[in-house]
């Protein structure tokens, strides 16, 4: 039996739907399990293939292009006629359509059609045609459900997972192979001192400048981690993360940096190996609870509240409502931050410190 999943955006956006697929893989252990994601032309963006390759629970991975000019979008139309044609001849038993919100009716019926011209009659489609959290008028903005929940309880309401007990477990974990594990121990032997008792996975990055909590924040929090309970920083992220991280580093005399060094599989690899997590609304932050880590999470109020918080129990999660929360906005300048600015650093390391101090009382 082959199942096509559906599902686009980057790392958070397929990490957050790993609790459904890792249910259908239990629900059908003997199925293939293939998996469509877009790929975008001249895009350095994390595919859903660079988060699951390796972790069991796709079999296989089905690209189709997105471009932006001319020349690009009639290169895609045509990839997607050949890939139609190709899916009608794979025989998929059902498509599960968990592709990222917000969909609009014309673009889900666009998908229907598409699906079904490729033979495939049984859909499952969790993906709303409404906008999730748009900001209400009602000041504070009210938490609403996690989008991993969301998703999984969607697809239920479908009738995908009636045979799954009440109480199933969702788990947002994915498992890491050997060879990224034993990558890990050698590059950590190299960098890591004698006498650091634990490590934290730092994130201090976001593609959104709306997301970053200021620098010196993150240097008094790893500082006092570090001078207090001996707790070593591995700083984790893109490219774009390394000068920052490299700066905090020399500032508290301690951590590695393996911003930029690393792929998503040995990240994920290299955060189980650690403590817990520090860091932004990230990306990384997902990756970190699917290492099985607790975070110490600092968010903006761009959004609403709960829909991306760290997956589980047992996060710590610093939001500060204000005013002008819910603006969606990429960059703020006006407001110049003023929700992450509010969060304290002494905050956030007494969250660190609750978080040593569960992990000393198991």
Known sequence: MKILVFRTGQLGDTLVAVPGIKALRQL???????????????????????????????????????????????YSSIKLSVLLVKLRWSGYRCVVNIVQPPRSEYQLKRDRIFFRLAGIKKQYVAAPFEFRGLPAEKRPLQTIQHESDFLFDRLKEEGLFEALPD???RDPTLASTKAELNEVHEWLSRRVPSEAIGLVGVAIGSK??????????FRSVLETLWVKHRIWPIFIGGASDVAESVSIKCAIGAGAVAAGEFSIRTSLALLRQCCFYLGNDTGTMHLAVAA?????????????????????????????AVGCEGCMLLECVEQKKKCLTQITSEEVYNSCVKLLERENNK
């Open 28 to 74: 059908w252990p003997n199925a293939s399990i293939h998996y469509l994601y877009d790929a975008h032309f001249r895009k350095n963006y994390i595919t859903g293939f660079s988060v699951l390759e390796g972790s069991g629970l796709v079999d296989r991975f089905i690209p189709y292009p997105i471009g932006y000019n001319l020349k690009e979008r009639l």
């Open 167 to 169: 109480d199933f477990h």
């Open 292 to 320: 099985g880590l607790k975070c110490v999470a600092v968010f903006s109020a761009r959004d609403q509240p709960g829909r991306w918080y760290p997956y589980g129990e047992g996060h710590f999660v610093h939001r500060k």
């Open 208 to 217: 959104m400048q709306a997301k970053v909590w200021p620098g010196e924040n």
